[in-house]
């Protein structure tokens, strides 16, 4: 079995087995076969040597720590599985220490500008001077603005929403995330208004009308994709007078985590919401921790100044 063959091998075993995400297997694919490309006679008959030498060379080239941690991470991954599968007697990855990175803090965006932002979306769907297909736009970038600030939703757990969530109008709904698991996640009042919204202007719309998805769209994968609401999202920005650099679906996903923190929520409950499998993952939210400790020091300690 060559290099190619074991590749896919694995790569149907992380989705069989392990569920990953079609974007995690893309993101594996196209790593090992970039090291695969680069080592002489393929991956799978490397050793600690010729790896060592692909992460240099990547080094070389410029890719950020975080990149080469990321593909050293899959080529581990890989050996691992050729090791556990008898199809090597050995892993070379055994010896390799990760490149250092830092860890940088979220990107995300202030109660202030958020509250703008929603307000832009509230005011532009209800704009009755607009064309039938821009209100129809307008109300489908409201909801899904407002149902991603209430619940901090991956953006392809957004997308991907089925439309009974909105049907059912309740307070709570499943989504499935990572790893095929579930977790429960809440939906304020506003983000169910604006879903009922959309969803009455969607049923006018007969292309839509047998779409499971709530967002639906003529795609391959059925639904809205990523890049128009990332797209769309830019453009509300400019209007509500966001540098539209500044935001993305992730820096929204990130600020309802912050926001929560900052208004005294647990870590573990935020950690819950965002379906962080690692309490590790959503510690990078300790600096929204610390801000409020020191301003719960300095506003109720006797003999703080």
């Known amino acids: 079995m060559n290099s190619a063959a074991r590749i896919e091998a694995f790569l149907e075993m992380m989705s069989a087995e392990r569920g990953a995400a079609e974007n995690t297997l893309s993101s594996y694919r196209r790593d090992l076969e970039d090291a695969s490309a680069e080592i002489s006679g393929g991956l799978a008959g490397a050793n600690a040597a010729d790896i060592r030498a692909y992460l240099d060379d990547i080094a070389e080239r410029g890719f950020a720590a975080t990149s080469q941690a990321r593909k050293l991470s899959a080529i581990r991954q890989f050996f691992k599985f050729l090791y556990a599968e008898g199809l090597r007697v050995d892993d070379p ?4 220490d990760s490149p250092k990175k830092g860890r940088p803090l979220p990107k995300t965006m202030s109660e202030t500008d958020t509250g703008r932002l929603l307000d832009r979306a509230a005011q532009e769907a209800m704009d009755a001077s607009l064309s039938d297909g821009d209100r129809l736009a307008a109300l489908r970038l409201h909801a899904l603005v407002e149902v991603l600030y209430a619940t901090g939703l991956r953006v392809s757990e957004l997308v991907g929403l089925p439309v009974t ?10 989504v499935r995330g990572k790893g095929d698991k579930e977790r429960m996640v809440p939906l304020s009042a506003k983000a169910r208004t604006a879903m009922r919204a959309w969803l ?12 499971p998805f709530l967002f639906p769209a003529a795609s391959d994968s059925g639904c809205l994709s990523r890049q128009v609401f990332a797209r769309d999202l830019k453009g509300l920005a400019a209007k509500a007078g966001i540098a539209s650099a500044k935001i993305s679906p992730h820096v929204l996903r990130h600020a309802f985590a912050s926001h929560l923190l900052q208004n005294g929520a647990d870590l573990r409950a935020v950690q819950q919401l965002l379906g962080h499998a690692d309490i590790s993952t959503t510690q990078i939210y300790t600096h929204v921790l610390e801000e409020r400790l020191v301003r719960l020091v300095n506003d109720h300690h006797p003999l703080a100044d």
């Open 93 to 96: 990855t055994g010896t390799l």
């Open 165 to 174: 969530v909105a049907q059912r109008d309740d307070r709570f709904f499943m």
């Open 200 to 211: 009455t202007a969607r049923a006018k719309v007969p292309a839509f009308a047998d779409s």
